[in-house]
């Protein structure tokens, strides 16, 4: 089945500077990778997603670049803000209805 | 509000008890999963439904089980509780389309077992 690895578990930026957060997957059959924001007490929200048929999507700060070919996907948000600070989530699915498949997870902090 | 509604909250209960956890999805989303967040963990998929039927099975635990109703909400039910199953219980459900649709998720139900 398939495995997501995420890297750094903890992140520490200064506010206003950019932040990148690494996921891999192991299926090849894999083609839809969200990013989900979890702050203290609450569910996982979606932030962006994107599809195996497109290499970067942008949504004002946010980011996310995806090379099939050497199965992983980052999330870059730029010039960040202490309202950033949370966990965030990187997943990977097959297809369809298939269940999402998560990595650990990344803390990050920015630094007022 | 992403629309998953989540009840109970929190839960408080001792070892050996029962609990039920119920999760409204989406207005009609079929799909619903639930996950478990244990203390700086990821999110580990437990079941699927759709449309009333069981459709994947994660790492879930014999002592849990879980069902979908026909007005599409879910119970997921703990058994036999140990002091490991303290975790944060979440469900998300997905509409049906012809390609992949998103998740979203619920609060959350916070488990202390004591």
């Known amino acids: 089945g398939e495995n997501v690895e995420q890297h750094p578990s903890t992140l520490s930026v200064q506010e206003g500077d950019s932040a990148v957060i690494k996921c891999t997957y192991s299926?090849?059959?894999?083609?839809?990778f969200p990013w989900y924001k979890q702050e203290l007490g609450k569910g996982p929200q979606l932030i962006i997603d994107i599809r195996s048929n497109v290499g970067e999507k942008k949504d004002q700060r946010i980011a996310v670049t995806l090379n099939k070919t050497a199965k992983h996907f980052s999330l870059h948000i730029t010039e960040t803000q202490p309202e950033d600070s949370a966990v965030y989530f990187c997943a990977a699915s097959p297809s369809g209805n298939t269940p999402l498949v998560f990595g650990k997870g990344t803390r990050l902090s920015v630094i007022a | 509000d992403s629309g998953v509604t989540q009840t109970p909250k929190h839960l408080i209960t001792a070892t050996g008890q029962r609990v039920t956890l119920r999760c409204s999805p989406r207005s009609g989303d079929l799909s619903v999963y639930w996950y478990q967040q244990s203390l700086d963990q990821g999110l580990q998929f437990l079941i699927q439904y759709y449309n009333g039927e069981e459709r994947a099975k994660g790492n879930i635990l014999e002592r849990f089980s879980a069902q979908q109703f026909p007005d599409l909400h879910s119970e997921l039910n703990l058994s036999s509780l140990e002091l490991g199953d303290s975790a944060l219980y979440f469900c998300?459900?997905?509409?049906?389309?012809?390609?992949?649709?998103?998740?979203?998720f619920g609060q959350g139900t916070r488990l202390t077992v004591v």
């Open positions: 299926d090849s059959a894999s083609n839809y």
């Open positions: 998300a459900s997905r509409a049906l389309g012809t390609g992949v649709t998103e998740a979203f």
